[in-house]
């Protein structure tokens, strides 16, 4: 039987070998900075392809927030129902008209009365920029602006406006039209509005509008001095927004 007490002998153990070359380790056996596997770096590939990604994730969240937008904004439209309002001529006045074929010039002052309603009973409605104009037919004759006002819910409003003109020059189917016309006693006036409008409901403003009133073909009698008013009873204007 061996001996347990005597030291065990053999063949001496081989050196280690360290898992990177001599040249890509240092003394304590960790890879240096020459490393002998390919490392992988981000080229400018990668950087386009994160752009894109990131163009797309923004164009996506855009179309839904308007989606949302455009949603909240349509049940508004919806539950509000806003009305355009009404108008209709109750008086038109005619003073010092004067008019010369041969000069194709125009002297007179037009006094308009307009009745004004909001049908809406749930919004109302400011008016801003309000220009008026008078018109023989299709030829221009005269305008004036109007002071800005409110309405409330259901209201009714009487809006004034007056033109005038001295001397004015007006196209020759225009003067020769009117005196045609007052010779048969009664020449037909068309009045124009313009306005800024925005309908609102306590904090909520729909976008400012574009309104156009036309009273059409308003029937005046004039006298021989050049003066005369309105026949027939007020007249509704067609009204668009």
């Not at 005597?6 to 050196?15: D, E, I, K, Q, S």
């Amino acid at each position: 039987m061996a001996d347990p007490s005597r030291p065990v002998t053999g063949y001496p153990a081989p050196p280690y070998a360290h898992p990177y070359p001599q040249s890509a380790a240092n003394n304590n056996g960790q890879p240096n900075g020459a490393y002998p596997y390919p490392v992988y770096q981000r080229g400018p590939y990668d950087a386009y392809n994160a752009r894109a990604a990131f163009i797309r994730r923004f164009v996506v969240a855009m179309v839904f927030l308007l989606a949302i937008i455009g949603s909240l904004l349509l049940m508004i439209w919806l539950i509000l129902r806003p009305k355009i309002p009404d108008f209709r001529v109750d008086s038109l006045a005619v003073t010092n008209l004067n008019v010369s074929s041969s000069r194709q010039s125009l002297t007179g002052t037009w006094s308009v009365g307009f009745d004004a309603y909001n049908p809406n009973k749930k919004m109302t409605i400011e008016y801003d920029e309000v220009v008026a104009s008078v018109f023989y037919g299709s030829g221009f004759i005269s305008e004036t602006r109007v002071p800005p006002f409110k309405q409330g819910k259901r209201f009714r409003s009487t809006v004034n406006a007056t033109f005038s003109a001295a001397d004015s020059f007006v196209d020759d189917r225009v003067a020769s039209g009117i005196n045609a016309d007052r010779a048969r006693g009664t020449v037909s006036f068309s009045v124009k509005v313009l306005a800024r409008v925005q309908f609102r409901k306590g904090g909520w403003r729909l976008r400012r509008r574009l309104l156009r009133v036309l009273c059409r073909d308003v029937p005046v009698t004039i006298s021989n001095n050049g003066s005369g008013k309105m026949t027939g009873g007020g007249r509704d204007c067609s009204v668009a927004v």
